[in-house]
T-cell receptor, first 112, second 113 residues
Framework: TQLLEQSPQFLSIQEGENLTVYCNSSSVFSSLQWYRQEPGEGPVLLVT???GGEVKKLKRLTFQFGDARKDSSLHITAAQPGDTGLYLCAGEAAGWNYQLIWGAGTKLIIKP | NAGVMQNPRHLVRRRGQEARLRCSPM?????VYWYRQLPEEGLKFMVYLQKENIIDESGMPKERFSAEFPKEGPSILRIQQVVRGDSAAYFC???????????FGPGTRLTVL
């Protein structure tokens, strides 16, 4: 069974600080996606990374896919209260181009 | 272009009743996926459907759960004889092609009393 482990599960920091969220697996994924989910809503796609070593930036968010395509990280610079939410990673298993494997999520709270 | 729509947003059922969850995919999308999310957990794949076809139902319990995506109308996830353990958020996603980005609906929160 393929698993994606996210860490930390919960993070509460002050506005302006930097943070990194990790998504790790022992399995290789053909792509990995990061989502943000607000309470009572569905996940919203932030980014998809496909190539090993790939780095993508979305304003203050930097996403990296590991060279071996087994892990990924999300780094937020100068966090703001608007970044508060549940961040989920989901991997597309090799050979299953529709069945996403999900991490349990990182609940992020940014205090003003 | 309307996004993925799900209804109802909240559903309360007593044990033994039936729950019907509806999903209208994004316009132009013919691939629908259903996921279940328990509190403090990630999403778990349940079933993947195309119009009039179930492609993969490997994540769906064999009993009491069924799904369909008719030629006309929304996709339906049906849970018969609900039990308390069925309480969860059920999300539907759609894509234009298999393997394309999946866009999620707002979910249906099912509570079984």
């Amino acid at each position: 069974t393929q698993l994606l482990e996210q860490s930390p599960q919960f993070l509460s920091i002050q506005e302006g600080e930097n943070l990194t969220v990790y998504c790790n697996s022992s399995s290789v994924f053909s792509s990995l996606q990061w989502y943000r989910q607000e309470p009572g809503e569905g996940p919203v796609l932030l980014v998809t990374v496909v190539t090993g070593g790939e780095v993508k930036k979305l304003k203050r968010l930097t996403f990296q896919f590991g060279d071996a395509r087994k892990d990924s990280s999300l780094h937020i610079t100068a966090a703001q209260p608007g970044d508060t939410g549940l961040y989920l990673c989901a991997g597309e298993a090799a050979g299953w181009n529709y069945q996403l494997i999900w991490g349990a999520g990182t609940k992020l709270i940014i205090k003003p | 272009n309307a996004g993925v729509m799900q209804n109802p947003r909240h559903l309360v059922r007593r044990r033994g009743q039936e729950a019907r969850l509806r999903c209208s995919p994004m316009k132009g999308h013919s691939h629908v996926y259903w996921y279940r999310q328990l509190p403090e957990e990630g999403l778990k794949f349940m079933v993947y459907l195309q119009k009039e076809n179930i492609i993969d139902e490997s994540g769906m319990p064999k009993e009491r759960f069924s799904a369909e995506f008719p030629k006309e109308g929304p996709s339906i996830l049906r849970i018969q004889q609900v039990v308390r353990g069925d309480s969860a958020a059920y999300f539907c996603a759609s894509s234009g092609l298999a393997g394309d980005t999946q866009y999620f609906g707002p979910g249906t929160r099912l509570t079984v009393l």
